[in-house]
């Protein structure tokens, strides 16, 4: 008795076909009980789940509002740091011409003494 080519590679062919569905079985089976896992998750928390999505349409209102919030206030915060900023400049500036006539008086009274002094000793 002799196994021809034929044979041996039909066999090895449905021995494949075998267990490539055995395979295929257990992968299907897999997923139906995750299904099945998924859908008794969902079934437990339906009413949190509803809640949530019930809440969502407001949750992006306010979330939109913030945002426009967020804008103006920025907009206006900008504003008030340039003119900050403005207010500043023209403090030192102001400072500055201060500093420098008050360094004019001081040299002046400087002179003044120093030629009073002189004269006296």
Not at 17 to 32: D, E, F, G, K, T
Not at 43 to 58: F, N, V
Request: glycine fraction near 4%.
């Amino acid at each position: 008795m002799y196994i021809t080519l034929y044979d041996f590679g039909l066999f090895v062919l449905i021995s494949m076909m075998v267990i490539v569905s055995a395979y295929l079985i257990a992968i299907l089976r897999q997923a139906i009980l995750l299904f099945n896992q998924a859908r008794q998750v969902l079934a437990a928390h339906d009413k949190d789940i509803r809640e949530t999505l019930s809440l969502l349409p407001a949750a992006l209102m306010n979330l939109n509002l913030l945002c426009v919030s967020m804008t103006e206030t920025i907009g206006q915060t900008s504003h008030a740091v340039r003119s900050l900023k403005a207010d500043l400049a023209d403090t030192a500036d102001g400072l500055h011409d201060g500093v420098e006539t008050f360094i004019i008086y001081v040299k002046v009274i400087g002179e003044i003494l120093k030629s009073v002094f002189t004269k006296i000793g």
